[in-house]
């Protein structure tokens, strides 16, 4: 199976006692139904290729770390299992992949579910439920504008969208963790096709393979502070990550063409050990829609990335004299390369960084750009 996927094998099941028999989904034995999630782990699903035979290993260069507070304010650091799903099923008569007309919606608690199948071809979405300890969904469903998709967005917030978000003056929220999986032209037929006999339950059954995907995507992001030596004592608590898509068809898992701005949560550590070095980073974790135009989890390599978006990441940083300035950073390469999720990272040497002195707000903007062979180039 693929590792980038968790796999939901469900089973159809069609009982041949009756004339006109009734065909059912229904949680079979464990071995054929259980959903498997281990291939989300983020060691297997952030599965890119660095140069020909090197895997990617997100761990050797993540420095920051997780620690309990860190499990606080975001949670897990990778994927969580969801257990409740929501199942959309269209049935289109005797025409493969008609467009639909009509929708049954059912919600089941793991895998199991009964409903009622009629002869002909069906289309199925299945995706998950979201659980907040908090009751504040950002995720808005839009399941009305057509029934041939369901498109999931989030709204703007109130933090100020300061780059390439061209529509908006505000950064949007960011989702919740969302898993999605669309199989279309299902059969149903009288003769049994693709149906197997279970003699013991006298059931014919057929068993439909489904691949949940992640329809938003983790990233980790840090800016490595050296020599800091007490200029910076923290961060502001936010910062917003631009160039992203602003929502995404739950059907094909394709990121939206419009570029918004996402806002996330931020914290600072003291003395993190980087390769023996004690460094000050500023670090978060944050959820999108992935790149526009794209479905990223549906991509085998950086090759297929056709992305024309610039993506800044800036960071409210405060100084010792009671100075913020927010530094941006133009982690356009990155994100490219890491276009389903990964750890982005900058770098500032604080030796060629002044103390700000303007009063009243942010002291400067910098934008920095990509931390590459120990260079550090600041336009400011």
């Known amino acids: 199976m693929n590792k980038r996927s968790m796999m939901a094998s469900l089973s159809l099941l069609f009982t041949a006692c009756s004339p ?11 071995t054929s139904t259980k959903i498997v999630f281990a291939e989300l782990e983020l060691d297997a ?17 993540w420095y920051y770390g997780w620690d309990a507070e860190d499990y606080r304010i975001w949670g897990e650091i990778g994927y969580v299992i969801p257990n409740t799903f929501n199942i959309r099923r269209y049935f ?15 919600t ?50 109130m933090a100020k969208a300061r780059y390439n978000a061209p529509r908006y003056s505000h950064a949007f929220y960011e989702p919740e963790e969302l898993f999605s999986a ?10 049994h096709k693709g149906f197997e006999y279970d003699p013991e339950r006298n059931l014919w059954v057929k068993r439909l393979n489904m691949v949940l995907q992640p329809i938003t995507y983790i990233y980790l ?21 631009s160039g992203f898509a602003r929502s995404s068809v739950l059907n094909s898992g394709r990121g939206g063409e419009d570029p918004v701005s996402v806002t996330y949560q ?49 960071v409210k940083l405060l100084f010792n004299n009671g100075i913020d300035s927010t530094f941006v950073f133009d982690v356009t390469q990155q994100v490219r390369d890491r276009y389903k999720g990964g750890v982005l990272t900058v770098e500032l040497d604080m030796d060629t960084i002044s103390v700000p002195s303007r009063s ?6 910098a934008v920095v750009k990509e931390f590459e062979e120990e260079t550090h180039e600041i336009e400011m």
């Open 266 to 314: 931020t914290r600072w550590k003291k003395d993190c050990d980087m390769n023996g070095e004690k460094v000050d980073i500023a670090g978060g974790r944050l959820l999108n829609f992935g790149l526009c135009g794209h479905a990223c989890g549906r991509l085998h390599s950086k090759q297929e990335v056709h992305d024309t978006e610039k993506h800044y990441m800036d």
């Open 182 to 191: 669309y199989e279309q032209a299902i059969e149903i037929d009288r003769e």
């Open 360 to 365: 009243g707000g942010s002291g400067f903007d």
């Open 108 to 157: 089941i608690e793991g895998n199991t579910f009964q409903g009622e199948f009629n002869y002909g071809f069906w289309d199925m979405l299945v995706f998950n439920d979201i659980k907040l300890k908090d009751g504040v969904q950002s995720l808005n469903f839009d399941e009305t504008t057509t029934l041939d998709s369901i498109t999931v967005y989030t709204n703007q917030s």
């Open 20 to 30: 006109e028999p009734e065909l059912h989904l229904f949680e079979a034995e464990p």
């Open 92 to 106: 289109t008569g005797s025409t493969p992949y008609a467009h639909h007309t009509k929708v049954i919606s059912n």
């Open 45 to 61: 699903y952030w599965d890119y290729e660095v140069e020909v035979g090197i895997r990617y290993e997100w761990r050797t260069e």
């Open 221 to 241: 992001t840090q800016v490595i502070v050296h020599h800091n030596n007490g200029k910076i004592v923290g961060v502001e608590g936010t910062g917003t990550l």
